[in-house]
């Protein structure tokens, strides 16, 4: 091995050791490494340079930025309060339609913000039905997880994923490309949930009283770095009929753009964000304030990583030694097999560092069985979110496990079947879509 082949493994033990114990703020560790491997000459500066300014960053900075002034605008919160009123006039039912709305907002807006705002709302409409919180808050987490799975924009996994794609040669993918597998994930998920979640609930071990002030406790710190401070989201907010309306306008704009590729998603979401900031819809401070560089530089450090990875050889090695352990396997074996692999790395690391360590891995693969990379890359984007098994796998989890009251032993009792019934099903969806 090359001298910089040494200190890029060195540096990607490292990272994933300190994420394992996770004792370090994620972002913290990526940078660390990136800086690093800049130091030792494993990266160059200008390649550094290229991954602050990716279009996955640029797309996500932007999409945070609007995903704000629309929660800055009163329009989450107004949405909220029609959802409490419809749950108490139905009962159960309305709690059911308002996880759907949370599923259905999240293939667009950052998942985060919609269940620290909804998860209070669950659990007190619960509470005055007479009904556990507890069966609807975990449903709730894991329904937004689903629902981000939906477009390439629901979350900064499936962005990455196509930036890391982009990197090593496969066409990127349109915002709309991967929803046919998306919502078929999302509604096996969601029906698994509904039909057969609730005695698995029942079986907790852990009653009492729920802290009312919980949801602004600080979580564990567990992928700190994709959960942030969820206080930024937390206030309510009076509804501004003209910038709700003008913040809409504009997010349904940029999305519009970048479904029918008259611009990329990077390009629109930038413009749109600019745009709202000189019509005054959000300040330029607000602006800042909603950017969550936490997660921005979570990604950025990895990517740097990757580039490494990619330019020493290691990827290439690693794909090597992969693809002649799966010598002559079908191309659907070797799809359930890297989506499994995934699947248990997402439980362990963040999504980040699966995206990147994942995807090259991904394409040479299908390179070396001689079909289509696209298959393989979309069970990376889906398996890179969709963890269930553990409160930590997700930053939404984190935050029903706090305001639930779940044991640990709750989340792999529903989790681990909702990663069985997910992962059969993408097996299913992605072939017929995305054929080899």
């Known amino acids: 091995m090359t001298g910089d082949q040494l200190i890029t493994l060195a540096v990607l033990a490292a990272v994933v050791a300190a994420l394992v114990w996770d004792k370090v703020r994620a972002d913290v560790v990526a940078l660390v490494g990136a800086a690093v491997l800049l130091i030792s000459g494993a990266v160059r500066p200008i390649e550094v340079q290229g991954a602050f300014a990716s279009p996955a960053i640029i797309a996500l900075a932007s999409l945070f930025v609007i995903a704000y002034a629309m929660e800055l605008s009163g329009l989450l919160d107004a949405a909220i309060r029609r959802g409490v009123a419809l749950c108490q006039r139905i009962g159960a039912a309305g709690l059911w339609l308002l996880i759907g709305l949370c599923g259905a907002a999240s293939a667009f807006l950052n998942n985060t913000p919609i269940v ?6 669950v659990r007190d409409v619960a509470q005055r039905l007479g009904l556990s919180p507890k069966r609807y808050l975990m449903p709730l987490s894991y329904v937004a997880v689903l629902g981000g799975c939906i477009t390439l924009i629901g979350t900064s996994t499936n962005l990455l994923v196509n930036d890391m794609a982009s990197v090593a040669g496969q066409p990127r993918f349109g915002i709309f490309e991967i929803a046919p597998v998306g919502l078929a994930i999302a509604l096996a998920g969601a029906a698994y949930l509904f039909f057969l979640s609730g005695p ?19 979580a564990p710190d567990v992928h700190h770095a994709q959960l942030g401070s969820p206080d930024l989201f937390s206030e309510g907010h009076a509804l501004v009929p003209w910038k709700a309306a003008l913040s809409v306008t504009v997010f349904a704009a940029v999305i ?3 479904a029918f590729s008259v611009a ?13 900031i000189i019509l005054r819809v959000i300040t330029a401070d607000q602006a800042y304030q909603g950017l969550r560089p936490e997660i921005l530089m979570l990604i950025a450090g990895m990517v740097v990583l990757g580039i490494a990875l990619e ?5 290439g090695d690693a794909t090597r030694t992969l693809v002649g352990s799966l010598d002559g396997l079908q191309p659907l074996w070797a799809l359930i097999l890297l989506y499994g692999a995934t699947l248990l790395l997402t439980e362990l ?12 891995m991904a394409v040479a693969l299908a390179e070396a069985l001689g079909v289509s990379p696209r298959p393989f890359i979309v069970a990376v984007m889906m398996a ?17 496990y706090q305001i639930g009251g779940y044991s640990y032993m709750d989340f792999i009792r529903v989790g681990l079947p909702l990663n069985l019934v997910t992962w059969a099903t993408a097996v299913i969806a992605i ?3 995305f054929p080899f």
């Open 116 to 121: 620290v705002m909804s998860a209070p709302v």
């Open 200 to 218: 698995l609930i029942a079986k907790s071990d852990r009653e009492g009283a729920v802290d009312a002030e919980a949801l602004h406790s600080h």
């Open 256 to 258: 519009a753009l970048a």
């Open 264 to 276: 990329p998603i990077a390009a629109a979401a930038f413009a749109g964000a600019v745009l709202l």
């Open 311 to 315: 330019e020493t050889g290691l990827a």
């Open 349 to 360: 690391l963040s999504n980040a560092t699966v995206a990147v360590l994942v995807t090259p």
């Open 384 to 400: 890179g979110s969709a963890a269930f098994a553990t409160p930590f796998g997700y930053q939404t989890n984190v935050l029903v």
């Open 431 to 433: 072939p017929y879509f």
